[in-house]
């Protein structure tokens, strides 16, 4: 099936810096990727939604100027945390629809952050 | 809005016992239904999916789930564990109507522990 990969896997980072999450899809095109978070036992929180060559569609809640997403080609997203604070630490998870439409999603392994 | 209530939490059981994880959702509309299973270590994949036809929808690996409309559920069953199905389960639903299958709502999962 078709594979999404996000880099890295974990992360630390001091309080204040940014950091930057890739989103790949590897064996085809994703012109629409979708980024979530996780706290732990909990649900998957939709973020956004990052367009290929657009603006993402954040959902009501989250701060655009904080979690930068940028859609640069058809194989690669990327969320930037900036400023990063420890409330930020969290599970971040991409995925990209079944490009045959069959409607499914096809995830990355995630990627866990924290913030000292 | 909709909304997705899985009700147990942590699952465990013997091998060879049978499996029955709830899933409810709520919604006025038409809706396509999903599970999404996580082994440790790995990504969220799917394990079946109902957008129409015959309720009762046959997944990977002996999952089976059965969509009743009048009890807005989407049970999912096996109806043999093995020590391998141990992972994190995710009920999603999405509007019919939204193609988007990112707009996907979660349950905030069941974690199944298969005891060998």
């Known amino acids: 099936g078709a594979v999404v990969s996000q880099h890295p896997s974990w992360v630390i980072c001091k309080s204040g810096t940014s950091v930057k999450i890739e989103c790949r899809s590897l064996?085809?095109?994703?012109?629409?990727m979708f980024w979530y978070r996780q706290f732990p036992k909990q649900s998957l929180m939709l973020m956004a939604t990052?367009?290929?060559?657009?603006?993402?569609?954040?959902e009501q809640g989250v701060e655009k100027d904080k979690f930068l997403i940028n859609h640069a080609s058809l194989t690669l997203s990327t969320l930037t945390v900036t400023s990063a604070h420890p409330e930020d630490s969290s599970f971040y998870i991409c995925?990209?629809?079944?490009?045959?439409?069959?409607?499914?999603?096809?995830f990355g392994e995630g990627s866990r952050l924290t913030v000292l | 809005a909709q909304s997705v209530s899985q009700h147990n939490h942590h699952v465990i059981l013997s091998e060879a016992a049978s499996l029955e994880l709830g899933c409810n959702y709520s919604?006025?509309?038409?809706?396509?239904l999903f599970w999404y299973v996580q082994y440790p270590g790995q990504h969220l994949q799917l394990l079946l999916k109902?957008?129409?036809?015959?309720?009762l929808v046959k997944g990977i690996k002996g999952f089976e789930a059965e969509f009743i409309k009048s009890k807005f559920s989407f049970n999912l069953r096996k109806p043999s564990v093995q020590w391998s199905d141990t992972a994190e389960y995710f009920c999603?639903?999405?509007?019919?109507?939204?193609?988007?299958?990112?707009?996907?709502?979660f349950g905030d999962g069941t974690t199944l522990t298969v005891k060998p």
């Open positions: 999603a639903v999405n509007a019919h109507i939204n193609t988007n299958a990112g707009k996907s709502t």
């Open positions: 995925s990209a629809p079944n490009p045959t439409g069959a409607g499914e999603l096809f």
């Open positions: 919604y006025g509309g038409t809706v396509n």
């Open positions: 064996d085809f095109q994703a012109t629409t």
């Open positions: 990052s367009n290929e060559g657009s603006k993402a569609t954040y």
């Open positions: 109902y957008f129409s036809g015959d309720p």
